[in-house]
């Protein structure tokens, strides 16, 4: 065959090599049926005219190798098709985020509304305000609201009516962590960075079933799951919208043994769903001063609080270091009696100072035994607990007491200091009886 030979004598020499194997030509045909791509140009090409001539013929020799290869044309267009558009990549949904500027998502556990989150972008691309939503109950009423706007936040206690206002860098950082983590238009370009590092490990399946989601999973490396967090390996699921290329979802899964389940087994602790990308807010939701109401009570952190827990201006403590100081400090306070001064070292106002004082007093510590290697616990932001034992006279007698429940954390608004405070159990072990 010459390249200038004619279609038609190209199709009668294959078909005098094929011969009339009607087998073949059915076996060609079911193959193109089999083909998944494409199908509405595939059911145009059946129902052609050519195509039926051939059909109402029998397939005779020229007949055969003309479907042959326009069986064979039309599966390479296919192919060709499927490779045009590539196998899913998370710049694929970072892309479609980019020019997103509304986000909104709620978080689940068990089922119940646990969170909502509402994230605005300026128009180059920066988080302007976020509002989150914290311990939602069956009404739909939260129990604590957070706006931040351009490094101010605004934390309004709803069953107390108080809504306080502090500018701290730490809050904002964590603040903001959150959104990288969960805003696709931010998540995506954390993820790629942890997965640089070697902190998390990405798998991804692309159904070809359209209509299903694509499934990407995230697995995390010990301590990587949260900023300041000392979280055992944790994984996340996003499910990814083959059309829109948007996550519609993400399942948080935790090691059963660390979340009070079988130790073999992961155990799902919520879902992050998307309900609207670029669906504008209202207005109100970023004002809590009107939602509060004129009764609220509005305390400025940044005025307050000014002499409370210990100051450090040394850049080069670590925030161990740090927690260790704020202890020692405070059990010293409480050794040498000064009372007043252990006061200090807890965020409390200032009218319930005395009273706290009187508290304290009631405590007979005279010795420090050791302090222990502070440690973030789960779910925990801005605090570390530190064990330590002390010693205290009781009735003359020295008795030792092993303190599991002493934090200490940020003083917000106050970004260099640090303060102490007990759980109950704790607090109550120092009293004597």
């Known amino acids: 065959?010459?390249?200038?030979?004619?279609i038609e004598n190209r199709l009668e020499k294959l078909g005098r090599a094929i011969g009339?194997?009607?087998s073949l030509v059915a076996n060609v045909m079911s193959r193109i049926d089999s083909i998944k791509a494409d199908q509405k140009k595939f059911a145009e090409f059946k129902s052609s005219s050519l195509l039926s001539n051939?059909?109402?013929s029998r397939f005779t020799k020229f007949a055969t190798a003309a479907v042959i290869v326009l069986g064979v044309v039309l599966v390479v267009k296919v192919l060709m098709n499927d490779l045009a558009g590539p196998a899913y990549a998370l710049e694929q949904t970072l892309d479609a985020c980019k020019n997103k500027q509304q986000v909104h998502f709620t978080f689940s556990k068990d089922d119940k509304l646990?969170?909502?989150?509402?994230?605005e972008y300026d128009t180059d691309g920066n988080i302007a305000r976020v509002r989150v939503d914290m311990g939602i109950d069956s009404?739909?009423?939260a129990n604590q609201v957070i706006v931040w706007q351009g490094g101010?936040?605004?934390?309004?206690d709803v069953p107390q009516k108080q809504l306080q206002l502090f500018d701290d860098a730490n809050y904002t950082a964590r603040i903001l962590h959150f959104v990288y983590r969960y805003d696709p238009r931010q998540a995506v370009e954390y993820l790629r960075k942890l997965e640089q590092k070697g902190k998390v490990k990405i798998g991804i399946e692309q159904p070809p079933d359209r209509s299903k989601p694509i499934v990407v999973t995230v697995n995390y490396e010990p301590n990587t799951f949260l900023i300041d967090s000392n979280y055992p390996p944790m994984r996340e699921i996003m499910f990814v919208d083959q059309a829109t290329r948007l996550i519609t979802a993400v399942e948080v899964w935790g090691p059963g043994k660390d979340f009070g389940h079988n130790e073999d087994e992961w155990t799902l602790l919520g879902i992050y769903r998307y309900e609207g990308y670029d669906e504008p807010f209202e207005e109100e939701i970023f004002d809590l001063e009107k939602e509060a109401g004129e009764d609220v009570?509005?305390?400025?952190?940044?005025k307050i609080n000014a002499d409370a827990g210990l100051d450090f201006t040394e850049s080069n403590l670590t925030e161990e270091q740090k927690a260790v100081?704020?202890?020692?400090?405070?059990?010293?306070?409480?050794i040498a009696k000064d009372y007043n001064e252990a006061t200090r070292f807890w965020i409390i106002p200032e009218e319930n100072r005395a009273d706290f004082s009187e508290k304290l007093g009631k405590t007979n510590v005279v010795e420090i035994v050791s302090i222990g290697e502070p440690r973030f616990p789960p779910r925990e932001w801005a605090r570390m607990i530190v064990p330590c034992t002390v010693a205290v006279k009781i009735n003359g007698q020295r008795i030792e007491k092993k303190l599991d429940g002493v934090y200490v954390g940020l003083v917000l608004g106050h970004p260099n200091r640090r303060t102490i405070w007990f759980a109950d159990t704790s607090l109550n072990a120092l009293i004597s009886n």
């Not at 646990?114 to 994230?119: D, G, H, L, S």
Request: net charge negative; glycine share 2%; hydrophobic share 50%.
């Open 297 to 302: 009570n509005i305390i400025d952190l940044n």
């Open 152 to 156: 101010h936040t605004k934390i309004l």
């Open 1 to 6: 065959m010459t390249a200038k030979e004619p």
């Open 20 to 22: 009339s194997d009607e």
């Open 325 to 334: 100081a704020t202890v020692r400090a405070f059990f010293e306070a409480l």
């Open 114 to 119: 646990n969170k909502a989150t509402w994230v």
């Open 54 to 56: 051939f059909i109402m």
């Open 139 to 141: 009404n739909g009423e």
